[in-house]
């Protein structure tokens, strides 16, 4: 048998009381208690004390005005239903009350038994469902919450992962870039002074002809050595910023795939991580291949800006555009490649757009924040030293014992230079530079420990009129406004022929400036 309703009664008038008592506990009726409050202040100790299942309420109390009485009645039973009894002439109050929270309301003069307690039950049914509905709703949410915590967990370690796959593929290819360049390039190099040697020989001897050939298959090689270097890992990124990098590239999609691109930068972002930068190359190097596969255009724009501390790049054509309008949460999925760089973009923190219609070309934009300056840009060069007595004092910077040989060998024949010392790093290069005091260095680009830019730059805050002459594999001549902001004065190839060296060095006799 259902335990009876236990209804709370909030009404001063004795004769109103008794009536409405009758209505809800007369024979034949549900199983119905009735406990009675004359004034406010009653009926929040019974409220407190607890076990209501419903309020019939009487506004006009003696010991608070209408608005009062419900307000706190309405506080102290948030989950009990509230009825309002109410004159005739307070239908206004009433319906205000029900506004506020009140479940329902009835005119005094017009009650029932049977209305009444019709009115009570479902009242009381349907505060009950409100609270189950409540409940279900506040565990949905919870469980809701957990799962999209749990999402976004499984989100960010997807895009880490993603992030990291990225940047190890990076490594991996500079690491066979550097073995491509410590390795094979020097033993190339090596051998082709040697070479050299040889056929100074050769030539004396009256047989220069038979070394010809061979001289041609090591610049064919170096060649392919070179260009292998650059694609797997460009070392103009690490040696001369970003934007030198993006000029690169662009003459390599010149070159390889006939697309022009027009590059707009207001500065060269040297200043940033490695790894952001490898990113940033590395995304617009495939949105510039997109441009080749689908947009049937030969020209494309990349530009290069900064505000603040917030980097944004834009590639744009004017080509056929996507076949609709494309946005990043629809399409992209279908496109491996947007959505690959989407997702490497969106692992940095970075935004990420594209605005494409077809016949009207495609527009691709990302945003996001760099690192500060990690040191400010350093002053021209100055003018470099000129002597018209004494040789030229050169110190050799190269990692490799061969290569270093081949250099000393070659200028010991050019009479007015002489070589006063050798480094294999950029730090024995900073050391040696002080205690020798050099007219000139020949510095090795890449190298461990200390790289050729980076002793550069200790070199010339101390000795600001040594020449500097960077000397590398890779064939990085056309960013040499870049190589002079860390202070090189000219730019030599590996490999390239003596006459080459002996013009760069001649500019500390001459004061030419390289």
Known sequence: MPEPLRILLVEDDDDHAALIRRHLTGPNRAAVTVQRAACLKEALLW??????????????????????????????????????????????????????????????SQLSSDLLLRSVQYAVERKRAQEQLRRLNKTLEQRVAERTQMLEHRTAQLRALASELTLSEQRERRRLSTELHDYLAQMLVACKLKLTELDRMAKAAGRGDQTEQMREMLDDSLDYTRTLIAELSPSILYVAGLTSAVGWLGEQMKRQHELTVHLQADGEYSDMPEDTAVLIYQTIRELLFNVVKHADVSEATVELSRMGDTLSVVVSDEGKGFGAPLSTSSALSGRFGLFNVQERLEAMGGQFAIESYPGRGSRVSFHLKLWPAREPALPPPPEPFQAATRPIGV????????????????????????????????????????????DAIIMDINMPRMNGLEATRLIKRELPVVTVIGHSVHDDRDVLDSLRQAGINSYVMKGGSANDLYRALSTT??????
């Open 509 to 514: 006799w001459t004061g030419d400036g390289g």
């Open 47 to 108: 409220l407190r004390e607890g076990g209501i299942d419903a309020i019939l309420l009487d506004l006009g109390l003696p010991d608070s005005g209408a608005e009062e009485t419900l307000t706190r009645v309405l506080q102290e039973s948030a989950h009990v239903p509230v009825i309002v009894l109410t004159a005739l002439n307070d239908r206004d109050l009433a319906l205000r009350a029900v506004q506020q929270g009140a479940q329902d309301f009835l005119v005094k």
């Open 395 to 438: 110190l050799v910077v190269d990692d490799h014992k061969m290569v270093r040989e081949g250099l000393r060998r070659m200028i010991r024949r050019f009479g007015n230079i002489e070589v006063v010392g050798e480094a294999e790093n950029g730090e024995e290069a900073v050391e040696l530079a002080r205690s020798l005091r050099p």
